[in-house]
């Protein structure tokens, strides 16, 4: 039997209209998954007047989507491009860096990749 780890585990901290998004993407991501995260931003967005989003995302365990994984990502980005202000994906693969910069045709606001954690934080703080 194969067992393929994958998911996002999030975690959401707020300080009046801002809120900061933890993620980590593990193995290759799927429809499932996102039926999973994708309520629990929206809740978070909506529960919020004028939200302001920074993000840091782990994708030192992140293998990609699975198509329709990817049309999700792709829906839920477009559905708040306006409510992110800095997203950090902190990566150890060549490809994440071409896909935060792709990431930012796609949000109002920067993205960056990062091959330190620290450096991510710091430049999200």
């Not at 209209?17 to 978070?44: C, R, W």
């Not at 829906?75 to 708040?80: D, E, N, P, R």
């Not at 997203?87 to 990749?113: D, H, M, P, T």
């Amino acid at each position: 039997m194969d067992f393929h780890k994958h998911g996002i585990s999030i975690g959401i901290s707020r300080i009046e209209n801002q809120l900061f998004f933890s993620l980590k993407a593990t193995g290759k991501l799927t429809h499932e998954d996102y039926e999973v995260i994708t309520p629990m931003i929206e809740s978070a967005l909506a529960g919020v007047k004028a939200p302001i989003v920074n993000a840091l995302i782990d994708a030192t365990e992140f293998e990609g989507w699975e198509v329709r994984a990817a049309w999700d990502d792709l829906k839920l980005g477009l559905k708040h491009s306006d409510k992110f202000n800095k997203v950090a994906i902190y990566g150890c693969e060549k490809w994440q860096n071409v896909l935060a910069k792709i990431g930012s045709w796609f949000i109002a606001g920067e993205v960056r990749y990062f091959e330190k954690m620290s450096d991510a934080v710091d430049w999200l703080t």
